[in-house]
């Protein structure tokens, strides 16, 4: 089981990891480290890395895993009851680990310098583009003192997209300055474009009033070492993000 920690200014009882391939018991196309039990792995390999995770992160309770839809619902996640429908989860209590999984789609990580809420975020372009960070941000008490990381996704130079995510996104602006910073976000590529979705969660957060953004220098596709990747491989595992509010 392996992770890095993120490098970000977190309040000391803000933790968090993000897993990487190895130190894990899957084989194959999952192989290690894979958190994911809907990819086709086997269930007691999956388990058996959850496991471990769990240990090697010292966590009290089992982290909130979510049944990500690529939608844009937000749960609190001391009351989540098996695994929800969902692609975010809150928490403003210790001790209740929220994490999402993901291959290429982008994790992102909040909390507040008081270190008092945090949520963890699936943000693929669907999500992203339908403001499931804004939707993630309502549920803090103030945005003004929030940090965000931003995990591993695919980079800008190997997310190849067409017009429609384009217009998904321009469809969705909050002011000028936001789709400024959209357009911006989308190189031409011949007939699509090639997309950074790092600078779209970033054009996102700052139209919110969120501006301690850090992170955002991965590229999943071209990291098979360390990364899964479903554009890369089509059949492959999960990392996982997580972040939890320590004293519990």
Same mark, same amino acid.
């Given at each position: 089981?392996?992770?890095?920690? @993120?490098?970000?200014?977190? @309040?000391?009882?803000?933790?968090?990891?993000?897993?990487?391939?190895?130190?894990?018991?899957?084989?194959?196309?999952?192989?290690?480290?894979?958190?994911?039990?809907?990819?086709?792995?086997?269930?007691?390999?999956?388990?058996?890395?959850?496991?471990?995770?769990?240990?090697?992160?010292?966590?009290?309770?089992?982290?909130?895993?979510?049944?990500?839809?690529?939608?844009?619902?937000?749960?609190?996640?001391? %009351? +989540?009851? %098996?695994?929800?429908?969902?692609?975010?989860?809150?928490?403003?209590?210790?001790?209740?680990?929220?994490?999402?999984?993901?291959?290429?789609?982008?994790?992102?990580?909040?909390?507040?310098?008081?270190?008092?809420?945090?949520?963890?975020?699936?943000?693929?372009?669907?999500?992203?583009?339908?403001?499931?960070?804004?939707?993630?941000?309502?549920?803090?008490?103030?945005?003004?003192?929030?940090?965000?990381?931003?995990? @591993?996704?695919?980079?800008?130079?190997?997310?190849?997209?067409?017009?429609?995510?384009?217009?998904?996104?321009?469809?969705?602006?909050?002011?000028?300055?936001?789709?400024? +910073?959209?357009?911006? +976000?989308?190189?031409?590529?011949?007939?699509?474009?090639?997309? %950074?979705?790092?600078?779209?969660?970033?054009?996102?957060?700052?139209?919110?009033?969120?501006?301690?953004?850090?992170?955002?220098?991965?590229?999943?596709?071209?990291?098979?070492?360390?990364?899964?990747?479903?554009?890369?491989?089509?059949?492959?595992?999960?990392?996982?993000?997580?972040?939890?509010?320590?004293?519990?």
């Amino acid at each position: 089981m392996s992770f890095f920690v @993120p490098d970000w200014p977190a @309040p000391d009882n803000v933790r968090s990891a993000i897993t990487v391939r190895a130190g894990g018991l899957s084989e194959g196309p999952f192989n290690q480290n894979n958190l994911a039990f809907h990819v086709g792995d086997m269930v007691a390999d999956v388990q058996a890395n959850r496991d471990a995770l769990k240990a090697m992160l010292n966590l009290s309770r089992s982290p909130v895993w979510l049944n990500q839809v690529h939608g844009t619902e937000v749960i609190y996640a001391p %009351d +989540a009851k %098996d695994i929800p429908d969902a692609d975010g989860s809150f928490s403003d209590q210790a001790g209740v680990p929220c994490v999402v999984m993901t291959a290429d789609c982008l994790p992102v990580l909040l909390c507040d310098q008081n270190g008092t809420q945090i949520a963890a975020v699936h943000a693929g372009w669907r999500g992203l583009a339908n403001g499931i960070l804004r939707k993630t941000l309502s549920q803090f008490s103030s945005v003004k003192n929030i940090l965000a990381y931003l995990g @591993p996704a695919v980079g800008p130079q190997a997310f190849e997209v067409g017009v429609d995510v384009r217009e998904a996104f321009l469809g969705n602006v909050q002011n000028s300055v936001h789709r400024g +910073a959209i357009k911006k +976000a989308f190189i031409d590529s011949n007939t699509k474009y090639l997309a %950074d979705i790092y600078a779209l969660a970033r054009a996102e957060l700052h139209s919110c009033g969120v501006s301690a953004v850090h992170g955002g220098e991965f590229c999943t596709v071209n990291d098979p070492e360390r990364f899964f990747s479903y554009r890369r491989d089509q059949v492959t595992g999960r990392n996982a993000s997580l972040i939890w509010l320590d004293g519990a």
